[in-house]
């Protein structure tokens, strides 16, 4: 079954860095574009930052601000996050999606892996 699978989430503290990832399985079709998204406890699900095929075309939410970098590697049909100076309000779950075209829908989604930041 095509699937995403995130992983690298876990508890830091303030200032700490963390690199998730996200794999896509067996039989999933290549990804032309990867994102990541976060959930933070009642709030909606936000945008973090998204990548196409190359490392040029990366783009991030506001509130990264500098902090956050997305790689990916298309040979492996994965995409990295890397965290540093992370924050309290960075708190929440993390979704890998996936679109197979480049004006497709996020319509592949991993089931998220949790990142918690304390003070």
């Known amino acids: 079954q095509a699937q995403l699978v995130e992983s690298g989430g876990g508890l830091v503290q303030a200032g700490d860095s963390l690199r998730l990832s996200c794999v896509a399985s067996?039989?999933?079709?290549?990804?032309?574009?990867m994102a990541w998204f976060r959930q933070a406890p009642e709030k909606e699900r936000e945008f973090v930052a998204e990548?196409?095929?190359?490392?040029?075309?990366?783009s991030y939410a506001d509130f990264v601000a500098g902090r956050f970098t997305i790689s990916r590697d298309n040979a492996k049909n994965t995409v990295y996050l890397q965290m540093n100076s992370l924050k309290p309000e960075d708190t929440a779950i993390y979704f890998c999606?996936?679109?197979?075209?480049?004006?497709?829908?996020?319509?592949?989604w991993g089931q998220g892996t949790q990142v918690t930041v304390s003070s």
């Open positions: 999606a996936g679109a197979i075209g480049a004006f497709h829908a996020y319509t592949y």
């Open positions: 067996e039989g999933t079709p290549f990804m032309y574009r």
């Open positions: 990548i196409g095929r190359s490392i040029a075309s990366a």
